[in-house]
């Protein structure tokens, strides 16, 4: 088929040429009338060598546009074709039967913009470590403790000086002293630290976890202390270094899962000081709750007593406080605790 397509294009273009020398004549011949003809660039030049370069048409095919042999052979095509193709400034009307019968188009799906997750707030613990039995355990645990990022450490020559003369060998004077601890210093846990079988390959160092609010033990926690070779000082101490650290994991738990309490510290009109700011994670606009006393549910822990007001923060002072303005609430007292919502 195609062998036979391209005689008849070879034709058609003959033919348009033919039309436009029937148009046309050469510059040699010159018009009947100059008015009525205008000499032009011969578009059929390339097709012979005797073409002439020029050649004079009518003046009102230049105003119309000369056609070309590829437009008279499109033409051509749609004359035996029986269809008309606008030209590119001509308007063909549309009649409503011709119109095209839209598709149905489905309701757009609105997808909503994501928003952002809302990120957990999570507020550190006072914690004050303290040595049962002269271990030497202390600031090795408070080290590891404040590695560990497990809360915010409760200055240990404080804690020292509080503990100078108070008798804590027992669970119960253990818990007071806890209870002392978070009325003095705002502590939220106690952790005491003892090795019950010395230092010693194969033994175990633990800590007890007090909840400072209701002086109640929460947990025993310990870690065993790896074999080393004991005239070896630097083996002892890298097998210490490793129970204190495991140590310091299980602490960091158990604080972990305590409910966070700071308290007011003073009052001021209709605004309240609390005993916690930035260091702590408090955050400027957060709104906390402010409970009035509390009480010990034996077997779990210290519960709140009740809401009294809520508590918008609006500006740090210290380190670690900060204040806020009243709201919605009854008489609020210094000593009352402050929750996050």
């Not at 470590?129 to 403790?145: F, K, T």
């Not at 510290?265 to 009035?292: C, F, K, M, P, T």
Request: hydrophobic share 45%; charged share 15%.
């Amino acid at each position: 088929m195609q062998r036979y397509l391209l005689p008849l294009a070879k034709l058609a273009v003959g033919c348009s040429l033919v039309f436009v020398a029937a148009c046309a004549t050469n510059k040699g011949s010159g018009p009947a009338n100059e008015n009525d003809y205008v000499e032009v660039p011969n578009p059929g030049v390339t097709m012979s060598p005797d073409a002439p370069a020029t050649i004079w048409v009518p003046r009102s095919s230049v105003e119309s546009g000369i056609p070309r042999g590829g437009v008279l052979v499109k033409k051509g095509f749609e004359r035996v074709a029986g269809t008309k193709e606008a030209a590119p400034h001509e308007e063909v009307p549309v009649t409503v039967a011709q119109q095209p019968v839209p598709a149905a188009v489905a309701a757009p799906v609105i997808v909503p913009a994501p928003q952002p997750a809302a990120v957990p707030i999570h507020l550190k613990s006072r914690i004050a470590v303290l040595e049962s039995g002269g271990n030497g355990l202390l600031l090795p645990l408070s080290n590891r403790i404040s590695t560990a990022s497990a809360g915010i450490l409760v200055d240990n020559h404080q804690v020292a000086f509080l503990a100078k003369n108070a008798a804590m060998a027992s669970q119960a004077e253990q818990g007071a002293f806890a209870l002392r601890l978070q009325q003095e210093y705002g502590a939220n846990a106690a952790v005491f630290v003892s090795a019950p079988d010395l230092i010693a390959p194969g033994k175990y160092v633990q800590g007890a976890v007090y909840d400072c609010l209701g002086g109640v033990l929460v947990r025993t926690v310990s870690a065993r202390i790896p074999q080393y070779a004991v005239a070896d000082n630097a083996a002892r101490d890298a097998a210490l270094e490793t129970a204190l650290t495991e140590l310091a994991a299980q602490v960091k738990y158990v604080v972990g899962l305590l409910p966070w309490y700071g308290k007011v510290a003073a009052l001021e009109g209709d605004r309240a000081y609390i005993n916690a700011g930035r260091e702590s994670g408090i955050r400027i606009g957060q709104a906390v709750r402010v409970y009035h006393r509390g009480k010990v549910i034996p077997g779990l822990g210290f519960a709140p007593g009740e809401r009294i007001a809520t508590l918008e923060i609006s500006g740090f002072i210290g380190a670690d406080g900060a204040y806020g303005i009243l709201r919605d609430g009854k008489d609020v007292q210094v000593n009352d605790l402050v929750a996050v919502e």
